[in-house]
């Protein structure tokens, strides 16, 4: 038969997802405060955010056809290809970010560093706070904590739940404890929230957002691509001018 996951493989597997996840969101919503999107196009902006995402951080990013495929092929190469010159162009290729992975990865580093480090314990930590973490990424009201403060909170809170005996300082994340015992609180209560949503879950309209400007829709999309194709050839040869210039040659 098939050999059994273990443990420590899951931390592994939930510690290659959170990264690319992460910063998917964090261009996302980066994306989202500079234009609006409707509705027709929101889903392929998602999958955009991850590619994106995954061709900073992994060295085999997933290809064009499987992540159109998480949406049912709804949309085109194209279409894709498009809205990330978009993307791009919007972020003004800036897509680093401290995200919430990054402290995780940070504070468990430390705490591996102290005296009496348990690392099994510092192991259960990492995996159960990266899970909490990547719920709060779906939740718009954790937007206002930063990704140090998630992160630390989201820790903390893993070590109370397993009931660590040396559990992470968290006075190294130089947040007050107030700070972080409201977060944790949160989390907590998400949480407890979706693990109810989960054995009762229930259906209701999805909330309508409302823009101050018109969306940009698949429509928009296809007229403003061209104008962006342009800028990010420029970019391109701008920054990496003898790939630039190679790529040029073979097309």
């Not at 992460?22 to 999958?47: E, H, K, S, W």
């Amino acid at each position: 038969g098939e050999p059994e996951v273990t443990a420590e493989a899951r931390c592994k597997l939930v510690s290659w997802l959170i990264p690319a996840l992460c910063l998917a969101v964090n261009i996302l919503d980066r994306f989202l405060a500079t234009t609006p999107v409707a509705a027709d196009c929101f889903q392929l902006l998602g999958v955009t955010a991850l590619l994106i995402a995954c061709k900073q951080v992994e060295v085999h990013p997933p290809s064009v056809k499987e992540l159109l495929a998480l949406c049912c092929d709804a949309f085109t190469r194209q279409q894709l290809r498009n809205l990330e010159c978009i993307v791009l162009h919007r972020l003004d290729f800036d897509l680093a970010a401290p995200t919430v992975s990054f402290f995780l990865e940070h504070f468990s580093r430390v705490r591996l560093e102290a005296r009496g480090a348990d690392a099994a314990e510092a192991a259960d930590a990492r995996s159960l706070a990266a899970g909490v973490a990547e719920l709060s990424l779906a939740d718009y009201a954790f937007t206002k904590y930063a990704p140090s403060l998630l992160a630390a909170s989201s820790l903390g809170l893993a070590d109370r739940l397993l009931r660590h005996r040396s559990p992470l300082d968290l006075q190294i994340s130089g947040y007050p404890e107030g700070l972080l015992r409201d977060c944790m609180d949160q989390l907590q209560l998400l949480r407890r929230e979706s693990a109810a949503e989960a054995r009762c879950p229930s259906e209701g309209p999805a909330p309508q957002a409302s823009y101050a400007a018109p969306p940009y829709g698949l429509r928009q999309l296809a007229i403003s691509s061209s104008l962006m194709e342009v800028e990010i050839k420029r970019r391109s040869a701008q920054f990496y001018p003898e790939v630039f210039s190679q790529l040029s040659r073979q097309a």
